[in-house]
């Protein structure tokens, strides 16, 4: 392909970009995490994880809204850990039960997918798969499911194959002759498998072994996942902010892998949550230079302030405290906000007092230890006109007198109850258990 054919590739590809940060900030800015580059190995457009790759043949004989829903596809993907969990499962059929999984969550959020492309709703990547036939089976693989012969869909969108040849069985020659190649002329990329036309998700061990040269997969998966949602929640965070977050979506990442994140975890990615992100066009992406693309960069401002709330009545288990005033101290040293108000409340308001992020106390000397309402700190904050980005509760949800209204404010009950029951469930506000 000529110098100009790829330039031309590269500028479709990031107009395609820009339209996804526009009219799908969630998608949009998880795109914007990831480098991307020409690679003639490709089908259509893949990830691993670390990278997108796209063949250039493709982005030019492909509509845009297309190009924008493969995108989309693979970062989402990559977000539900697609590219690290396949295991010793069979490459094609787990990139069949990828596609069928996004394609849902696709679809809800307003995308065009091909006329021939499937989707299942409520599975995990796992549960598609096994529903699946084995290569070979001459089974519809419905298994129950709406969904019929999904497997066997063209590799391109609307029954085509994708541009840019190669057979079958997806084993494409790179037609520059050097990309990607190994000694022996053949590709040392792994096979392009994208049966819906939607962009292929790739294995991230494969990328592994790549960088390592030593045939053992060096990428720290734990890593790779932690590192994936919290680029999920952020990304949900920026969409939020232009009311844009797609519904399914949202679900779908407070759901995400919720049940093996620690309380400490959780509380930091609600804070970290709290700081406003936004795109910045006046400092460009440095990911994308290479490339020849401009594309924004994504900013985070500081935090004005945040208010904690620390239920002081008699209940209060005082080592659970420790735990969870370490833990603030050290979030309020890295997101730095302007202001920490802390206040002490049982039956009533014990104390206030006003920190900057490096001046919380290592300890904090208990005021109160009476009953429990939940009403006198927010109504000292609304009298004092403060209206933090966030504001932490520290209790064990042994009471029910809540203000008459929800503050206009996020509020996160950080529950220190021995068992977080929903028989003592909030009106309004997030919730997180730190144990008793």
């Known amino acids: 392909m000529s110098a100009n054919s790829l330039d031309e590739s590269a500028l479709r590809v990031s107009d395609c970009v820009t339209e996804l940060l526009r009219k799908q900030p969630f998608f949009g800015s998880l795109v914007l995490r990831l480098p991307l580059r020409a690679d003639p190995t490709r089908r259509t457009l893949a990830s691993d994880g670390a990278e997108i790759r796209y063949s250039p043949d493709w982005v030019a004989e492909t509509d845009a809204h297309l190009i924008e829903t493969a995108m989309a596809r693979v970062v989402m993907a990559c977000a539900l850990k697609h590219h690290t969990r396949r295991g010793e499962r069979d490459p094609e059929r787990w990139q069949t039960a990828s596609q069928l999984v996004t394609h849902a969550l696709l679809r809800d959020a307003g995308f065009t997918l091909p ?151 959780l509380l930091r990615r609600y804070m970290t949550d709290a700081a406003r992100s936004d795109y910045s066009w006046s400092a460009p992406n440095r990911r994308f230079i290479d490339s020849g693309l401009y594309l924004p960069s994504i900013r985070s401002e500081g935090i004005d302030s945040i208010a904690v709330i620390i239920d002081t009545s008699g209940s209060l288990p005082a080592q659970t405290l420790a735990r969870f005033w370490t833990e603030l101290r050290e979030i309020a040293a890295e997101i730095r906000p302007e202001r920490v108000f802390v206040l002490q409340v049982d039956a009533a308001l014990q104390d206030a007092a006003e920190y900057g992020p490096d001046e919380i106390p290592e300890e904090i000397i208990l005021k109160g230890r009476g009953g429990t309402d939940f009403r006198p700190g927010f109504e000292w904050l609304d009298e004092q006109g403060m209206q933090p980005a966030v504001c932490l509760y520290f209790t064990d949800m042994e009471c029910s007198s809540y203000p008459e209204a929800e503050p206009g404010f996020a509020v996160l009950w950080v529950d220190h109850s021995a068992s977080s029951s929903e028989a003592n469930g909030q009106p309004w506000g997030d919730r997180i258990a730190i144990g008793g």
């Open 115 to 265: 006329p021939d492309a499937e989707a299942w709703e409520d599975v995990s990547v796992e549960q598609a798969y096994d529903r699946l036939p084995e290569s070979g089976d001459d089974d519809s693989g419905d298994d129950g499911n709406p969904a019929e012969d999904a497997s066997g869909a063209s590799a391109g969108a609307g029954g085509q194959p994708p541009p840019g040849g190669g057979d079958e069985s997806g084993d494409l020659r790179d037609p520059a002759g050097d990309d990607d190649q190994g000694e022996d002329g053949t590709s040392d990329a792994p096979p392009s498998h994208d049966p819906s036309g939607t962009g292929e998700v790739m294995d991230a061990a494969a990328r592994g072994d790549s960088d390592s040269g030593s045939g053992e997969a060096s990428v720290d998966t734990a890593a790779e996942e932690q590192a994936w949602d919290e680029a999920m929640h952020q990304a949900l965070s920026i969409a939020k902010a232009d009311n844009k977050a797609p519904g399914g979506v949202e679900e779908t990442v407070r759901n995400a892998h919720a049940s093996t994140l620690d309380w400490r975890t």
